[in-house]
């Protein structure tokens, strides 16, 4: 029975959550109503399961690793690590991955005026597109973050000015790990070419 019919009685509650009377719905909205509650609960299970198998294949990669290591003496100190891993006839390989997310504290303030008071002491000219590269490194998005690929960009630039090099100091020294994601990817060879193809778990992909 359709949960809106047990909870209120000859009402449907609409997305406002207003309480409609169940004789003034179109039955192809009661249709539509059905068809995407069944598929989007069935998602949901889905997603749950795929939940639990991540959870499981990543505890067993840890667990392979540290038997590993332990050939060795060495102690792996739990899931952090990018690590790749075949099997013996090269028919499937993992991937697992942890990606950390980088944010900035206070000290970044500091070295973007640094670098401001670089650029304003060089000569002009040469130093322009080095001026637009630093404007477009600490501009922010619509979530009002800061880059973190163009801001470490600027730490690539071959500069050896004193007051830059503390500037890119005060950088690194800003950097914060907010958050490491685990991701984990599986791929099967090709026979015929030797290519590895990835085993895809994303409904969007298949």
Not at 19 to 28: G, Q
Not at 34 to 55: D, N, P
Not at 154 to 162: A, F, Q, Y
Request: aromatic share 8%; proline share 2%; hydrophobic share 40%.
């Amino acid at each position: 029975m359709n949960e809106q019919q047990t909870a209120h009685p000859g009402y449907w509650k609409d997305a406002s959550g207003s309480l409609i009377p169940v004789s003034k719905i179109k039955e192809i909205d009661k249709l539509r109503h059905q068809v995407v509650g069944e598929i989007c609960r069935q998602a949901e299970q889905e997603s749950a399961r795929l939940m639990a198998f991540k959870t499981t294949a990543m505890q067993a990669i840890s667990d392979f690793i540290d038997k590993s290591l332990a050939n060795y003496d060495v102690q792996h100190g739990g899931k952090k690590g990018n690590v790749t891993l075949i099997n013996f006839d090269g028919e499937y390989k993992i991937i697992r991955q942890m990606q950390e997310t980088i944010t900035f504290d206070e000290r970044l303030q500091a070295a973007k005026a640094l670098i401001d008071e670089c650029i304003h002491g060089w000569s002009k000219g040469s130093n322009a597109n080095i001026k637009v590269l630093v404007n477009n490194a600490f501009q922010v998005d619509q979530q009002g973050k800061i880059s973190t690929g163009r801001v470490l960009g600027l730490r690539r630039l071959e500069i050896t000015d004193e007051k830059w090099l503390l500037a890119m100091q005060a950088i690194g020294d800003s950097m914060r790990v907010a958050s490491t994601k685990p991701y984990i990817r599986f791929y099967k060879r090709d026979a015929t070419t030797g290519e590895y193809f990835p085993i895809s778990l994303d409904v969007a992909a298949i």
